[in-house]
């Protein structure tokens, strides 16, 4: 189902998911029971699941360094505020693509395309991404994706009831940023084997980061695994940011990154940023992750 050239909405069994070209952003995804996965933009935060490119994070002072010159370069990125181009608008998928423009190098000085490819299949929802360096120097470039979740998942629900549980255990020491910036102290990990119990409490000092995460896939759903769940998992991603507003809101964003913000006191050259993908000219990246969901 096609509504004008602004959104797309996808359909496979009992499932349909709404993308829009503003940010290339998954701003539904709902089962035909009534359950809407996604968090819905409410004022306290007003996005979906934007994609962060070319950058995860913060850099220090939003300024990205490249041969003597300064770009602005604002948290995670410029592709969340971007207008992508429809490439493929199907029944249950469609794709949309990013290329470098003059606005683009303006914040970002090397030619890319990036293109996100929604598919909708009876169980669940993929999302592919592939960067490729259309340029002719090394593109230094990082890739997230960023969806949030209502949380609870179903009303009356208590938000404590609620739990991540990981494929692998996570004992390492979890990472924090303070002012978008990544600290170099290490926290404990609030992992308990698998298990890491969901709460506001949680997000007082900002996101929890697992940098490495072991796991590739994680499951959402309240404990006695009673009500509506959500499984997401990855690949190509090599850490994990799980986040909601330190003052307390309605959802929960499980985040896979493949790089992550400027550590305190780096303010070098962006080539030479901890984290980022260095990809040569012509060479392509793909990553993806998938959100399967239930109701019961």
């Given at each position: 189902m096609t509504n004008g050239d602004d959104f797309h909405c996808i359909r496979s069994g009992s499932l349909a998911a709404t993308i829009k070209a503003q940010g290339a952003e998954m701003c539904s995804l709902r089962h035909k029971d009534g359950i809407e996965f996604v968090w819905q933009a409410e004022p306290v935060w007003p996005r979906h699941a934007p994609l962060l490119f070319p950058i995860v994070g913060r850099l220090a002072n939003d300024e990205l360094r490249h041969r003597g010159k300064t770009y602005r370069?604002?948290?995670?990125?410029?592709?969340?505020?971007?207008?992508?181009?429809?490439?493929?608008?199907?029944e249950n998928r469609c794709t949309l693509v990013l290329e470098d423009s003059e606005t683009t190098r303006e914040r970002y000085p090397f030619a890319f395309r990036l293109t996100a490819t929604y598919a909708l299949d009876d169980a669940g929802l993929d999302l592919t991404l592939a960067v490729e360096n259309t340029g002719n120097e090394t593109l230094p470039v990082s890739l997230g994706g960023?969806?949030?979740?209502?949380?609870?998942?179903?009303?009356?629900?208590?938000?404590?009831?609620?739990?991540?549980?990981?494929?692998?255990?996570?004992?390492?020491?979890?990472?924090?940023?303070?002012?978008?910036?990544?600290?170099?102290?290490?926290?404990?990990?609030?992992?308990?084997?698998?298990?890491?119990?969901?709460?506001?409490?949680?997000?007082?000092?900002?996101?929890?980061?697992?940098?490495?995460?072991?796991?590739?896939?994680?499951?959402?759903?309240?404990?006695?695994?009673?009500?509506?769940?959500?499984?997401?998992?990855?690949?190509?991603?090599?850490?994990?940011?799980?986040?909601s507003k330190p003052s307390g809101a309605p959802f929960v964003c499980i985040e896979p990154w493949r790089g992550y913000a400027s550590p305190v006191g780096f303010d070098g050259e962006?080539?030479?940023?901890?984290?980022?993908?260095?990809?040569?000219?012509?060479?392509?990246?793909?990553?993806?992750?998938?959100?399967e969901v239930g109701t019961a």
């Open positions: 370069m604002t948290q995670h990125g410029f592709a969340r505020d971007s207008r992508f181009v429809w490439g493929a608008r199907e960023h969806p949030a979740f209502n949380w609870p998942l179903q009303a009356g629900m208590p938000k404590e009831s609620y739990a991540l549980t990981f494929t692998q255990e996570e004992p390492s020491p979890i990472c924090r940023v303070e002012g978008g910036l990544l600290l170099a102290a290490a926290d404990p990990s609030p992992v308990q084997g698998t298990v890491l119990p969901l709460s506001e409490a949680l997000f007082t000092n900002d996101a929890v980061i697992l940098n490495p995460v072991n796991s590739s896939a994680v499951r959402y759903a309240a404990g006695q695994g009673a009500g509506p769940w959500l499984k997401m998992s990855w690949r190509g991603f090599r850490e994990l940011g799980i986040w962006f080539t030479d940023k901890p984290g980022l993908m260095h990809m040569a000219p012509g060479a392509e990246e793909q990553l993806s992750f998938r959100m």
